[in-house]
């Protein structure tokens, strides 16, 4: 993977392979079925709106008509290799009343739409598939992973007040602004812990895997760190380690930290969503793990913040209660809402749901 996309399938699904077959034999349980979280800066969000006739001849709102309105929606010009992942609505508007959450049963002529639309480009979104079908498991739904995020690691007021979602990736950045409940903007930067390290590489010319060996040990920003401090690297091509002062690496990995959210911050007052997230900022992702990452983001962002983890989780879920894991378990709370609508997980007697049921009780309360 490079930058969220696919570069290389094959490797790419061994990789996936690898880490499946460990995930099966930790857990006991064998995987069918795949929830597929994307992300790169092919994605792309656009607000629309849509208008239909109730068909009704008394008027009253049907499901139909609500499920007409979203396929207008849908209707938007897209360019040939772009598809649609995600119609998230905002708020129904009948007859010119706006702000409406379910227009269900209710009277009206005209029903409109207000909604955000999530795309993404074709071919990488089939690469990535391709990868997860040629070890036998079949993907059942692809959800842009910063959704996922911030569904596992938000509360359902910071969801609603408004609030900033950073997942810090490996190849990507990725912000996602929740507002009311749901997603309103996201916004992908192909830069991520990657970059940290090709940067430390660089600057202390040492390998890219003693770079992020040093990220991890000794990173941090620059308001965390102390001056004075040495510490010993392994250099390229010298027997001997070279020493050098902590707080060089510091300057580094708070450099390229800064620009990406400088960046980040940029992009979303372009979009029109700055001062949209007065709940603050929650870091995700394995880069939330950098000392001082959130105290960096409050100053760029003006806002409070925080580092969010996967919290609601039961069992023997400790090895992920990090926000290394926040996307994946967002996306396995999307796959249990998907698999088992809402209330049939408990009110089922279903001999089929017993073993879901008794799945997702592994994880999730
Ligand atoms: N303790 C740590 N301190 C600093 N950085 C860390 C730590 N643990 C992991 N990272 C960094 O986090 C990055 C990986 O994060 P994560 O697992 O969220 O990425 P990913 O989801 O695989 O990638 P992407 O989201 O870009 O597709 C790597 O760059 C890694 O070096
Ligand atoms: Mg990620």
């Not at 092919?42 to 068909?55: E, F, K, L, P, Y």
């Not at 129904?92 to 209710?106: F, L, N, R, S, W």
């Not at 900033?164 to 192909?190: C, E, K, N, Q, Y």
Request: with cysteine.
């Amino acid at each position: 993977m490079r930058k969220g996309i696919v570069v290389d399938v094959q490797a790419a699904a061994a990789a996936v392979s690898t880490s499946l077959r460990r995930a099966e034999q930790q857990s006991g349980f064998k995987a069918m079925r795949v929830f597929l979280g994307v992300t790169g800066a092919h994605i792309g969000s656009t607000n629309t709106h849509a208008v239909v006739a109730v068909r009704d001849p008394s008027n009253v709102i049907s499901p139909d008509d609500v499920a007409r309105v979203i396929d207008v929606a849908r209707v938007i010009q897209l360019p040939a290799d772009q598809e649609i992942l995600h119609v998230i609505p905002h708020h129904y508007i009948v007859d010119g009343t706006e702000g409406i959450q379910d227009p269900v049963g209710m009277l009206g002529r005209r029903l409109e739409i207000e909604a955000t639309i999530i795309t993404g480009s074709t071919t990488p979104i089939h690469n990535l598939v391709r990868c997860i079908e040629s070890v036998d498991v079949e993907a059942d739904g692809i959800v842009l992973a910063p959704l996922a995020a911030g569904r596992a690691v938000l509360s359902s007021a910071e969801r609603e007040l408004g609030s900033l979602v950073i997942d810090l990736g490996g190849g990507t950045t990725d912000g996602a602004i929740f507002r009311d409940g749901r997603i309103v903007h996201s916004s992908v930067l192909p830069v991520g812990g990657y970059q940290i390290n090709n940067d430390l590489a660089y600057g202390l010319r040492t390998s890219l895997a003693v770079a992020e060996e040093v990220k991890i040990r000794y990173g941090s920003t620059l308001d965390t760190a102390r001056r004075g401090e040495r510490i010993q690297i392994p250099a390229y091509g010298r027997e001997e380690a070279q020493d050098l002062e902590r707080y060089t690496v510091a300057e580094i990995v708070d450099a390229r930290l800064a620009e990406t959210f400088e960046l980040l911050h940029a992009d979303i007052a372009r979009a029109g969503f700055d001062a949209t997230y007065s709940a603050g900022v929650v870091l995700t992702g394995g880069g939330a793990l950098i000392t001082g990452v959130s105290e960096l983001a409050s100053e760029i962002f003006q806002a409070p913040s925080r580092v969010g983890a996967p919290d609601n989780l039961i069992g023997l879920a400790d090895a992920i209660r990090s926000p290394s894991f926040a996307a994946s378990v967002g996306l396995l709370e999307w796959g249990r809402d998907q698999l088992v609508p809402a209330g049939r997980l408990e009110a089922s007697s279903s001999r089929s749901f017993d073993g879901l049921r008794a799945w997702f009780r592994n994880f999730l309360p």
